[in-house]
């Protein structure tokens, strides 16, 4: 079955820095590969997703996000952040579990924190 | 386009009792999933359907029933609540399976004492 790491529970950057958050992913093929975000109150909302081809994915809200088999990671990047992106953050992997459920894994999610 | 709606918002119950959660979306989508999430743990799948008529288990379906009559409605029931139930739960839905992007709904937040 294929499962989903996010190893930092918590990041906290400064407004206008430049942000990266980590993402492993175990699956034998090659993965669907999402990230969402949500924000407090609210439900999830899709920043981008890697299916296929060019490595490098661009999402909404100027986030873009690496795909790379060798190191089966799929990090998501920002090179200036705003208070805006405060929020939690969930990488998800989806896949067909051999006979199992037709849905998404996801991480246990990072929460952004920005100072001002 | 109101997207996925869910109500109620909120519900206290009493261990043992029963409710329903519901679920709708005015997208014409095939797929839809019930997730909870638990603090720190991420989503977790309970149910998914593929179409009106079609449902099937995901990862923690223990304690609830789903049922898909129309392609718009996906109610989710909780059969004898107990306080392990307590979560928030999100409806989603995708036009197809899980290479598409999934909607999701503002999420129910129940709390079972």
């Known amino acids: 079955a294929q499962s989903v790491t996010q190893p930092d529970i918590h990041i906290t950057v400064s407004e206008g820095a430049s942000l990266e958050l980590r993402c492993n992913y175990s699956?034998?093929?090659?993965?669907?590969l999402f990230w969402y975000v949500q924000s407090p109150g609210q439900g999830l909302q899709l920043l981008l997703k890697?299916?296929?081809?060019?490595?490098l994915v661009q999402g909404i809200k100027g986030f873009e996000a690496e795909f790379k088999r060798s190191q089966s990671s799929f990090n998501l990047r920002k090179p200036s952040v705003h208070w805006s992106d405060a929020a939690e953050y969930f990488c998800?992997?989806?896949?067909?579990?051999?006979?199992?459920?037709?849905?998404?894994?996801f991480g246990k999610g990072t929460h952004l924190i920005i100072q001002p | 386009n109101a997207g996925v709606t869910q109500t109620p918002k909120f519900r206290i119950l009493k261990i043992g009792q029963s409710m329903t959660l519901q679920c709708a979306q005015d997208?014409?989508?095939?797929?839809m999933y019930w997730y909870r999430q638990d603090p720190g743990m991420g989503l977790k799948l309970i149910y998914y359907?593929?179409?009106?008529?079609?449902?099937d288990k995901g990862e923690v379906p223990n304690g609830y029933n789903v049922s898909r009559s129309t392609t718009e409605d996906f109610p989710l029931r909780l059969e004898l609540a107990a306080p392990s139930q307590t979560s928030v739960y999100f409806c989603?839905?995708?036009?197809?399976?899980?290479?598409?992007?999934?909607?999701f709904g503002p999420g129910t937040r129940l709390t079972v004492t």
């Open positions: 890697y299916f296929s081809g060019d490595t």
């Open positions: 699956y034998g093929a090659t993965p669907y």
């Open positions: 359907s593929v179409g009106a008529g079609i449902t």
């Open positions: 989603a839905s995708s036009f197809q399976d899980f290479s598409y992007e999934q909607y």
């Open positions: 997208m014409n989508h095939n797929y």
């Open positions: 998800a992997v989806g896949a067909r579990s051999g006979g199992g459920a037709d849905g998404l894994t």
